[in-house]
């Protein structure tokens, strides 16, 4: 079995605060994703009901000008 010296359990620690680290950047990174996620999910409704609100301006003067043509 290797022996625990201080010098190894240094390094040992040091790499485990790197890992510890990289995770940390990960989740941060993986929150950044999911919060855009979350507001493309919001544009897309708001979109989808500008878009329906259009259709019904657009269907009631085609209606309009069909009654006065």
């Keep these: 079995m ?3 010296t201080p010098e190894r359990l240094d390094r040992i620690e040091a790499m485990l605060e790197r890992l ?13 994703l999911v919060e855009a996620q979350l507001a493309g999910d919001v544009l897309r409704g708001q979109i989808a009901q ?8 657009v269907d009631y003067l085609m209606s309009k000008d069909g009654e006065s043509g």
């Design 2 to 4: 290797t022996q625990a």
């Design 20 to 32: 510890v680290n990289v995770q940390s950047n990960h989740q941060e990174t993986l929150d950044r």
């Design 50 to 57: 500008q878009t329906m609100q259009l259709k019904r301006a």
